[in-house]
């Protein structure tokens, strides 16, 4: 089994034929066929059934893929870190993070990457739980994760690099406008912004309102934390939101919660930190802000 055959069949797979496969990579379509049987014949068994419209994995084949994917995309990742270590003067770098942290946290620094190593780019892969985050770093998808703290054990590198503090966006008349501070308890009655199911901010919401002692009823669902600050501001209900996503242009008021509640961040990836990861980690470890002692962290 080589590097070789997994791109393969991997292309394969993707693309959905053989014949637009080898167009994809680059090789003629015996020559990939003749990978994939060699592949078939290492395992002592058919990987890919050829159907009249397209292929279909069998139970093997399905088995394989993942590690597939995983090891494709090491040795691309590994090809980009060996330029890299030659020289941060060209390539690119695949973050995967949250939504929210794409759209509050990271910019900042992905400026000040753009201004150290101007002809190295970016590509972000956001997803809607770290869950999904979790599960796109083992596979290989991105070169390294910043987002919360991992759920499972993590056997790679892992390093916590800041915090973020969860508040509460109310419209600029509210009642309540005026206030610093508020307890979740005092809006159990109000109609909130919520998160979409399958958006790790919901599970933070509907937990920390359980403990306050309530579960939160909403007039509307979002699954972008920008749009519920600003349905807030609209009059659309109380939104808790992580306060690096309150941008100019949203008007509503900023209210911090009482006990002040936080979340760890952190940068993890699935093998040792490639140099142009390990460059990055050295620009997010420039603001470390000290972690309030009133504060509340929740790892959800």
Not at 4 to 16: I, M, N, P, S, T
Not at 170 to 175: E, G, H, L, N, R
Not at 279 to 293: C, Q, S, T
């Amino acid at each position: 089994m080589n590097f070789r055959q997994l791109a393969c069949f991997v292309a394969v797979v993707d693309e959905g034929s053989f014949t637009r496969a080898a167009r994809a990579i680059g090789i003629a379509q015996p020559s990939l066929s003749q990978h994939i049987r060699a592949l078939e014949e290492e395992l002592n068994g058919r990987l890919i059934e050829r159907l009249p419209r397209g292929v279909a994995l069998t139970p093997a084949g399905r088995s394989l893929l993942p590690e597939a994917r995983a090891a494709v995309r090491a040795v691309e990742r590994g090809r980009r870190g060996a330029r890299a270590a030659l020289a941060l003067e060209a390539g690119e770098l695949e973050v995967a993070t949250v939504l929210s942290m794409a759209v509050g946290l990271l910019p900042r620094y992905i400026r000040i990457w753009h201004e150290r190593y101007p002809d190295v780019g970016i590509r972000l892969h956001e997803f809607r739980h770290r869950s999904l985050l979790e599960d796109a770093v083992e596979q290989g998808v991105a070169d390294f994760a910043i987002g919360p703290l991992p759920v499972r054990s993590w056997d790679g590198p892992l390093a916590v690099i800041s915090w973020e503090e969860f508040v509460i966006v109310v419209p600029p008349a509210d009642s309540l406008a005026g206030r610093r501070s508020i307890r979740l308890e005092e809006l159990a009655d109000r109609e909130w912004v919520l998160y979409h199911q399958d958006h790790g901010l919901a599970g933070i919401l509907e937990e920390s309102c359980r403990l306050a002692g309530f579960s939160p009823r909403g007039s509307v669902r979002t699954s972008q934390a920008e749009g519920a600050a600003r349905l807030a501001s609209a009059g659309l209900g109380p939104a808790l939101v992580p306060d690096n996503i309150v941008l100019p242009g949203i008007e509503g008021s900023v209210l911090r919660l009482k006990p002040r509640l936080i979340r760890d961040v952190a940068a993890y990836a699935r093998t040792e930190w490639s140099p142009t990861a390990a460059a990055f980690i050295d620009i997010l470890g420039v603001e470390k802000r000290p972690r309030p002692r009133d504060a509340v962290a929740i790892r959800l």
